[in-house]
């Protein structure tokens, strides 16, 4: 029996929205931080838009199964219609899921990015008495070291990513196992009800053989005992004529 894929794939399409989501709080935050030329936003920006661009191509395979459901009757799929109804509400969505997140990349993209907020007027912090020089030195490298954390937490997220999916390639290499063994199994008994057959073969062939030369010494016997039995007849025949 075959299994439906949507449920697959919408656990996919999940897992990566949830992603998709995280990579935008992690861009946000370095794009109130860091300056809009900066080589750690404009990497969170170019891995929040590739995982966007993944996250909407899964999206439209599932629409495109979705929607040969609805254009044919859902019962030959073992459907209802409310769960058709689901998938479409489901589709439409992550759509507009996806639509926001972009429309906030879009918008970054024109706006400048907002610098962390100066510490507060006689508050105990190094940038007091400071110069401009040295005040600005100071506010790079707090943005800096914000942007190197939240680079760290990105990193880390993506580890997190590819554990899971090492985690499904070595369920699938395990299963892989499994139906190879299975295989080899089934070829040793294949190959044992070959030498069976081939065994009866040969065990019938003889057996035809043998009563193919009792039947040819059945009737050579045969054809001698009527010569016999005739020899008897006529002599009895000659016997009764001259006695008579």
Request: aromatic share 4%; charged share 30%.
């Amino acid at each position: 029996m075959s299994v439906d894929p949507y449920h697959a794939v919408q656990q996919e399409i999940q897992t990566s929205l949830q992603t998709a989501s995280q990579l935008r709080s992690s861009y946000l935050r370095i794009r109130n931080m860091a300056k809009e030329d900066s080589e750690e936003l404009m990497w969170a920006r170019n891995e929040f838009k590739a995982t966007l661009a993944a996250l909407e191509a899964d999206l439209e395979d599932l629409e495109e199964s979705v929607k040969i459901v609805e254009s044919t009757d859902a019962r030959m799929f073992g459907l209802d219609d409310a769960e058709v109804q689901s998938r479409r509400q489901y589709v439409t969505h992550v759509r507009k899921e996806i639509e926001s997140m972009r429309a906030e990349v879009s918008s970054s993209t024109s706006s400048p990015a907002r610098k962390p907020p100066h510490p507060l007027a006689g508050s105990s912090t190094p940038t007091r008495g400071m110069s401009s020089p040295f005040q600005d030195r100071y506010e790079d490298d707090e943005q800096s070291s914000w942007a190197r954390e939240e680079q760290q937490v990105i990193m880390r997220e993506q580890d997190q990513a590819i554990d899971s999916i090492a985690g499904t390639l070595n369920t699938i290499q395990q299963q892989a196992s499994l139906m190879g063994q299975e295989i080899l199994v089934h070829n040793e008994m294949l190959d044992d009800l070959e030498n069976n057959v081939d065994r009866t073969d040969g065990k019938v062939s003889d057996g035809m053989r043998r009563l193919r030369e009792f039947l040819r010494d059945s009737e050579e016997k045969g054809s001698g005992w009527c010569i016999v039995i005739l020899m008897v007849v006529l002599m009895a025949l000659l016997l009764a004529v001259i006695l008579v």
